[in-house]
T-cell receptor
Framework: EAQVTQNPRYLITVTGKKLTVTCSQN?????MSWYRQDPGLGLRQIYY???????DKGDVPEGYKVSRKEKRNFPLILESPSPNQTSLYFC???????????FGPGTRLTVL | ELKVEQNPLFLSMQEGKNYTIYCNYS?????LYWYRQDPGKSLESLFV?????AVKQEGRLMASLDTKARLSTLHITAAVHDLSATYFC??????????FGTGTRLQVFP
């Protein structure tokens, strides 16, 4: 089944404890992206990647890192999480030169 | 800087009625997207509009784009309960960067 998976789906952590949220797609898509969703703000793009080893900042990259070492994986790294990073995070992917994005199920992160 | 505004933010409508959700964007954008999100779920792609005057329809939903007015609309015809969800529009600076609106929460009641 074609899908985008994220792990973990739920995470409660404490300020300053490094964490990684994984994102994987099995559709051989070139483009992948991370968003955060907050009430009243819609979705905001954090980082995106056009292909392996090619990444760029979205609208709200501060406090986040990403890497794209393999085509299928695009992990989101929070080196020192803070409470303002408490949010619902979505990963998405699409084939190059197409417009339809496929979203993962979301990861709800709480930073205490 | 591209900004996207949706209105209304909340919409409660009776089954069988028609209504329109509006999406305004502030600067030139070469593509406009509509997504649906059910409560507690992920986002589902509904429409992609790529040119001025573009119109797309799927069931009771019809989306249109006026690039001169920087306006897209999502029209709901004869609403049914199954359409209850949050609808987002997003404008693309290019195919890589998207700016989302804040969403319109639609509730359809009998």
């Amino acid at each position: 089944e074609a899908q985008v998976t994220q792990n973990p789906r739920y995470l409660i952590t404490v300020t300053g404890k490094k964490l990684t949220v994984t994102c994987s797609q099995n559709m051989n898509h070139e483009y992948m992206s991370w968003y955060r969703q907050d009430p009243g703000l819609g979705l905001r793009q954090i980082y995106y990647s056009m292909n392996v080893e090619v990444t760029d900042k979205g609208d709200v990259p501060e406090g986040y890192k990403v890497s794209r070492k393999e085509k299928r994986n695009f992990p989101l790294i929070l080196e020192s999480p803070s409470p303002n990073q408490t949010s619902l995070y979505f990963c998405a992917s699409r084939r190059d030169n197409t417009d339809t994005q496929y979203f993962g199920p979301g990861t709800r992160l709480t930073v205490l | 800087e591209l900004k996207v505004e949706q209105n209304p933010l909340f919409l409660s409508m009776q089954e069988g009625k028609n209504y329109t959700i509006y999406c305004n964007y502030s600067t030139t954008s070469d593509r406009l997207y509509w997504y649906r999100q059910d409560p507690g779920k992920s986002l589902e792609s509904l429409f992609v509009l790529l040119s001025n005057g573009a119109v797309k329809q799927e069931g009771r939903l019809m989306a249109s784009l006026d690039t001169k007015a920087r306006l897209s609309t999502l029209h709901i015809t004869a609403a049914v309960h199954d359409l209850s969800a949050t609808y987002f529009c997003a404008a693309g600076i290019n195919t890589d960067k998207l700016i989302f609106g804040t969403g319109t929460r639609l509730q359809v009641f009998p």
